[in-house]
C-alpha cells in the first residue's frame, strides 16, 4: 500500500503538511544563507513541491529513491528529518553526513533514501544497480530515480535507461522538468524535446505528468510503480514543473523573465492548486489548511532551532575516514 | 591444500570461483565476460557454473557498468566488475572517482562501497595507444579508492579475494602479459581464509647493496635484473609493492637504510607517479641519511603507447633497463 494517499482526507493532510514542510525548509535555509549562517551553495526546490510529495507518497516500505542536487524535497518527501537535514546543511554533527556532505549530499541509505548527488545523472547508474540488487536480493522493492531534464542530456541517462531497459529492472525514471538547466531552456538543450518520449527507444512507454499537480503525479507514479512491481519493467515519468529561485546562490536570472516566473507563481503553484483541489473536493476545509501550514511552520522552526544548537564536527572526524577499512601498513 | 602451478589467469579464475562459491552477495559483470569468458580468458567457465544472474554479459557501457556497480555495492551486494581492458575505465571516470571512492566519506560512513574493478592493463601486446596503458596512478591519486597490482599467480588470487572482502572500492591492477604467466598457487578454500585485510609490499629478494621497488609487471622484471645483477657481484634486495593505496613504504624505508640505494622501476609513466611518491616517502624519512646516491626511477611513458616493436619494446621499461641503471647507481660514488 502507498505510503499516502492524497485522494483521502489524512493522506491529503500529510501531503499538504510534506509540501510545506519542504517549502518553509528551504525558505528557512535561504533566512540562513542571507544571514551569512550557511556557507557553499544550495538548490531550492521551491515551486517543485508536488513531484517529490506526489512521488514519494505512491511508494511502499522498503522502495528505494536516488536524488539530484536540488534534493532537499526527495529527503522531506521520503521521511528524512528536516533537522538532521538543517544540521547538515550546517555542517553540524546531527547531520545526515556528519557535516561532510552539505545540501548536494544528503542520503539516508537505512530508511531508502540512497542519496543526493552533486554530479548531473550521477545517480542514474546507481538506481540501475540498485534495481538490480534490490532483485538479485528477492524483494519486490522498486527504485524510484530523481533526475532533471539537464540529465537527459547526459551519457549516463541512455546508458542508464539502455541497461535497465536489457535487463528489465525495477527502476522508475522520474524527470523533474523544471526547463532549465542552470540558464539553458530545456527547449534549446534537447533534440526532439520530450525526455519521455526517449524513453521508447529503450523498449520503455514514458508518461508525462502535470508536475505541478499532486494528484496527478501521485497517480501516474502509483500506476508506473505497481505495473513496475509486477515485473513489467522500467519506467519513465517526466512531471514538467517549474523553479521560482535561480539555479543556486550566483544566478541572476539572466535567461528568463520575471513576468514568467511570476506566472508560474500565481496562476500555476503546486500546493496553492493543491489546497484548492483539496477544499473543493471536500478532503480537507479551510481551517484544516490553515492547521497544516501552521504545524509545518512549527515543525521547521523546531528543527532550525535544533539544528543550531548540534556541535561542530571536531577536525579528528578526519582521520582514516575517507575508508570503511584501513589495513595495518596504510595507518 | 597443497599448491598447484597455475597462470594467474587462472588464479584470478580460481578466486573468482571461491567468492562466488562462499558469499551469495558477489556476482561478476562486465562486457563479454560470460559467454565468451572475457576478453583474455580470465572468467572463462564460471557462467556455466554460476549462471548468467551472477556472471553477466553487459552492454558496452562502462559508465553504466561502474555505476551500476556503485548502486549494488551499497545495497548489499558485493560486485566483481571486470574492464576488458584498463583504457576503457576513462568511460567510467565519474562513478569511480566522484561516486564510488566519495560515498563512504560523503554519506557520513552511514554506506560502504564494497566494490572491485579489474583493470587489465599495460603495454608489449601490440595493441597500442588506446589499449595498453597503465593508469593506477590516477587512481591512487583518489581518497576513498584502494589500488593493488599483484605481480605473481598466488598474489593474483589472494589479493582478488582480500579486495572482494574489503568494504572499500578496490582498483585492481592486472598486467596482461601477467596472464599466461605460471607459478604456484595454494588455492583458498573460502573468503575467509584471506580476511586479513589488504596486503602490503613484499619482500622477494635480500641483497645488501641496493633496493629495487616496483609492482605487477615490472616486479617480475626487478626480480630478473636482480639474477642478472648477481653475476656481477651485485646483490639487490627487490620489492613488490602490491599495494599502491595505501602504499606500504616501511619495508622500502627498512631496506634502504640497509642498502642505501634505491631504484623504482614501472611500466606507467614517471611524471607524478607511484616512483615518485615512493622517492618521496624514503627521502623524507630516516633512510635519508642511509642513502649512499641519489635514488633513481626507470619507467615508460614517454609517449602515447607506440605499436611497431621496437618502438613499443622502447617505451616500457625492459630487464636491462633495470639492469643498466643498477649497474649507473652502483658505479656513482659513495
Redesign the interface.
Known amino acids: 500500500m502507498a505510503r499516502l494517499d492524497p485522494k483521502t482526507p489524512a493522506g491529503a493532510r500529510d501531503a499538504l503538511r510534506t509540501m510545506w514542510t519542504i517549502r518553509r525548509f528551504e525558505e528557512a535555509l535561504e533566512d540562513l544563507y542571507s544571514r551569512g549562517m550557511l556557507h557553499g551553495t544550495n538548490h531550492l526546490s521551491i515551486g517543485q513541491e508536488a513531484v517529490a510529495v506526489g512521488a514519494c507518497g505512491a511508494l511502499e516500505d522498503g522502495d ?1 529513491i ?1 536524488s539530484t542536487h536540488r534534493g532537499h524535497g526527495h529527503s522531506i518527501a521520503h521521511g528524512g528529518d528536516p533537522m538532521r537535514m538543517m544540521a547538515e546543511l550546517l555542517g553540524r554533527t546531527d ?7 552539505g545540501s548536494m ?1 544528503i ?4 530508511s531508502g533514501n ?2 543526493a ?3 548531473v545523472a ?1 545517480s ?11 532483485r ?2 528477492g524483494t519486490d522493492a522498486v527504485v524510484v530515480c530523481f533526475f532533471g531534464d539537464g540529465a537527459a542530456n547526459e ?2 541517462f541512455h ?2 535507461l ?2 535497465a531497459g ?1 535487463w528489465d529492472l525495477p527502476v522508475l525514471f522520474l524527470c523533474e522538468n523544471n526547463q532549465y538547466g542552470m540558464s539553458m531552456a530545456q527547449d534549446a538543450s534537447t533534440a526532439g524535446g520530450s525526455v519521455a518520449a526517449r524513453g521508447a527507444a529503450y523498449g520503455i512507454e514514458g508518461v508525462e505528468v502535470d508536475g505541478n499537480d499532486l494528484d496527478a503525479v501521485f497517480t501516474a507514479v502509483q500506476a508506473e510503480v505497481a505495473r513496475i512491481r509486477a515485473g513489467g519493467g522500467p519506467g519513465l515519468v517526466e512531471a514538467i514543473t517549474y523553479r521560482y529561485r535561480g539555479h543556486s546562490k550566483s544566478d541572476r536570472n539572466l535567461y528568463r523573465t520575471l513576468d514568467e516566473i511570476e506566472e508560474w507563481r500565481t496562476e500555476r503553484d503546486p500546493v496553492d492548486r493543491f489546497e484548492a483541489a483539496a477544499v473543493d473536493s471536500g478532503r480537507l476545509t479551510v481551517d484544516e489548511v490553515d492547521e497544516v501550514r501552521e504545524e509545518a511552520r512549527a515543525a521547521i522552526r523546531d528543527a532550525v532551532g535544533r539544528a543550531v544548537r548540534s556541535p561542530e564536527p571536531d577536525v579528528s572526524d578526519l582521520v582514516d ?10 595507518r | 591444500m597443497s599448491a598447484e602451478t597455475m597462470s594467474c589467469a587462472k588464479a584470478l579464475n580460481a578466486a573468482m570461483r571461491v567468492a562466488l562459491t562462499s558469499d551469495p552477495a558477489t ?1 561478476l559483470a562486465g562486457e563479454d565476460i560470460a559467454v565468451y569468458g572475457g576478453a583474455f580468458g580470465v572468467t572463462e567457465g564460471l557462467l556455466a557454473d554460476f549462471g548468467a ?2 556472471v553477466r554479459d ?2 558496452i ?1 562502462e ?2 557498468i ?12 558485493r ?1 566483481l566488475i571486470e574492464m576488458q581492458f584498463a583504457d576503457f575505465v576513462v568511460n567510467a571516470m ?2 569511480l572517482v ?2 564510488a ?1 566519495k ?10 562501497v564494497p566494490l572491485v574493478l579489474r583493470l587489465p592493463g599495460g603495454g608489449g601486446t601490440g595493441a597500442a595507444q588506446q589499449h595498453s596503458q597503465s593508469l593506477e596512478a590516477w587512481f591512487a591519486h583518489v ?2 579508492l ?1 589500488v593493488v597490482a599483484p605481480s605473481t599467480p598466488q598474489d593474483a588470487h589472494d589479493l582478488l579475494l582480500a579486495a572482494v572482502n ?3 572500492p578496490v582498483v585492481f591492477v592486472e598486467h596482461k602479459l601477467l596472464y599466461r604467466e605460471e607459478g604456484p598457487v595454494t588455492v583458498r578454500a573460502a573468503l575467509a581464509d584471506v580476511d586479513g ?5 613484499a619482500v622477494r629478494r635480500e641483497g645488501a647493496d641496493l633496493t629495487i621497488v616496483a609492482y605487477s609487471l615490472t616486479a617480475r622484471k626487478a626480480e630478473e635484473a636482480a639474477e642478472a645483477l648477481a653475476e656481477d657481484g651485485i646483490d639487490a634486495t627487490v620489492l613488490d609493492l602490491r ?1 599502491l593505496r ?3 613504504l ?1 619495508p622500502v624505508i627498512d631496506a634502504v637504510t640497509r642498502t642505501g640505494r634505491l631504484l623504482v622501476a614501472h611500466e606507467a609513466p614517471g611524471p607524478v607517479g607511484i616512483g615518485a611518491e615512493v622517492v618521496a616517502g624514503v627521502v623524507g624519512s630516516r633512510a635519508f641519511d642511509h642513502l649512499l646516491s641519489p635514488p633513481v626511477r626507470v619507467t615508460g611513458g614517454g609517449t602515447p603507447m607506440p605499436y611497431a616493436p621496437a618502438l613499443e619494446r622502447a617505451n616500457i621499461p625492459q630487464v636491462e633497463d633495470i639492469v643498466a641503471a643498477a649497474r649507473r647507481l652502483m658505479a656513482e660514488d659513495d
Do not use: W
Request: charged share 15%; with cysteine; glycine share 18%.
Open positions: 528505494l536516488t547531520g545526515y553526513c556528519r557535516g561532510r556532505g549530499h542520503a539516508d541509505v537505512a540512497l542519496g548527488n552533486g554530479i550521477g542514474m547508474t546507481i538506481a540501475v544497480g540498485a534495481a538490480l540488487s534490490m538479485m536480493q551519457g549516463s546508458e542508464a539502455n541497461m536489457v575516514a575517507a575508508y570503511a577499512q584501513v589495513p595495518e601498513h596504510g | 556476482f544472474e551472477r553487459t552492454p557501457s559508465d553504466a561502474v555505476g551500476m556497480a556503485v548502486g549494488a555495492a551499497i545495497t548489499g551486494m560486485p565519474d562513478p566522484n561516486q571512492a560515498l563512504h566519506f560523503m554519506y557520513g560512513g552511514n554506506v560502504t581518497p576513498g584502494k574489503d568494504p572499500d585485510g589488504l596486503p602490503g609490499t599495494s595505501p602504499l606500504d616501511g
